[in-house]
């Protein structure tokens, strides 16, 4: 999984409207993250961090939204983008410890850790824009989802198999509907 893609996806309007927002405080970014290995346990979050990642995450659903849209995307958002790009070193370094063997780690100051996160990102989504994979780059096409998924498979509509279902279930729904108020 991309992490670009799950961060824009960190968002979206629910069943009925609601937001749903995985990261809506610095602890629930720490969790996000650390549950995708994108930081250290000892990693230290500060209340301008949140603002750091909802920032990248929506000038990157900025640049998916002009990706699948065919459009131009405004060029203060790839400014935006670049700039978190080159905030810290992207790249993890090798280690070589006798107990643990090879490791990679990023090798960046405890009050860089959302810069180094951001550049990680932006690199990813950077790859993965000017890549390959944009073509099939999609988004959801459930009523009340906003999420983006690679289209591995050309007829595939949905980004998961919760919102096909729910997109069946309501068709069958509005056919049956239909045929009653016949
Ligand atoms: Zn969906």
Do not use: K
Not at 121 to 143: H, K, N, Y
């Amino acid at each position: 999984m991309h992490p670009s893609i799950a961060l824009v996806n960190s968002a979206t309007e629910s069943v009925g409207g609601r937001r749903v927002d995985a990261l809506d405080s610095p602890e629930s970014v720490r969790a996000w993250l650390l549950a995708r290995d994108l930081i250290d346990s000892d990693g230290v979050l500060y209340e301008y961090c949140q603002g750091r990642i909802v920032a990248l995450r929506e000038n990157l659903r900025e640049l998916f939204t002009a990706r699948v849209g065919g459009e131009e995307p405004p060029p203060e958002t790839v400014d935006a983008v670049n700039r978190a790009l080159t905030s810290a070193p992207g790249a993890l370094l090798l280690r070589f410890d006798a107990g643990q063997g090879f490791t990679r780690r990023a090798d960046h100051p405890a009050t860089q850790v959302i810069e180094h996160v951001s550049a990680v990102v932006a690199e990813d989504a950077a790859a993965l824009l000017a890549g390959e994979d944009a073509s099939i780059l999609a988004q959801c096409e459930a009523d009340g989802c906003r999420r983006f998924f690679l289209r591995t498979h050309a007829r595939r509509q949905w980004c998961s198999t919760r919102c096909g279902d729910r997109v069946r279930a309501a068709r069958a729904y509005a056919r049956r509907r239909a045929a009653g108020s016949r």
